[in-house]
């Protein structure tokens, strides 16, 4: 029977001196550095939300649905922002306040893996089966038999991925180029002299 490692109390001293240090030192940073810190995933879920508009769109128009425009734009503006927002701060932004995540490469491949995942892939995701929903609601689309579902899906679902594959990708990259940007400004933060200190 494996035994669980207690949480020692110094474990949590140290790591709330660390986060109360970098913190200080990012307040010294410029308002626009800081911004970018702070609001680095609000960004990354607003690219997501325009993501799952455009999905939605796409899959709109090939079910030809053209009822409940509101009812189905806003949840694939609303969740992808939310999702891929709180995805990047909890495991980009939250790991570089407090010092868990210290490695630039690190940072880059985990800011485009969430970039690409939850700020890409998964409105496109999202966006089938919510205007299949819509599609069978208003009877705008022949839907298939249960036996065909999968042929019919993928059939469906290959010109929308293909004019979704740029926006995927510069979600990608923006993330991944955010995460690189943040790492590099905590740096720079970390780097800043002591107020009130000065250096001879």
């Not at 240090?21 to 410029?30: A, G, S």
């Not at 690219?47 to 079910?63: E, K, P, T």
């Not at 868990?100 to 995942?117: H, M």
């Not at 999202?126 to 208003?138: H, I, S, T, V």
Request: aromatic content about 10%; some cysteine.
């Amino acid at each position: 029977m494996l035994k669980m490692e207690n949480h020692k109390p110094d474990d949590t001293i140290k790591e709330n001196l660390i986060f109360h240090i970098i913190t200080r030192k990012i307040n010294q940073l410029p308002e626009a550095e800081r911004n970018l810190l702070e609001y680095g995933s609000t960004y990354v879920g607003l690219n997501a939300a325009f993501c799952g508009l455009i999905a939605n769109s796409l899959f709109r128009r090939v079910l030809h649905v053209t009822k409940a425009r509101i009812a189905s734009g806003l949840p694939m503006a609303v969740i992808p922002y939310l999702t891929a927002n709180v995805s990047y701060r909890g495991f980009i932004s939250s790991p570089l306040s407090t010092g868990d995540l210290n490695c630039e490469t690190c940072t880059v491949i985990r800011s485009g893996l969430v970039g690409f995942v939850f700020g890409g892939l998964y409105p496109v995701l999202l966006a089938m089966p919510l205007n299949g929903g819509l599609a069978a609601r208003y009877q705008s689309a022949l839907l298939p038999e249960i036996g065909n579902i999968l042929t019919y899906w993928i059939k469906i679902s290959k010109p929308v991925f293909r004019r979704m594959l740029f926006p995927i990708l510069l979600q990608t990259m923006f993330a991944a180029y955010l995460g690189s940007r943040q790492y590099k400004l905590l740096i720079k933060a970390l780097q800043l002299p002591e107020p009130g200190l000065e250096i001879h």
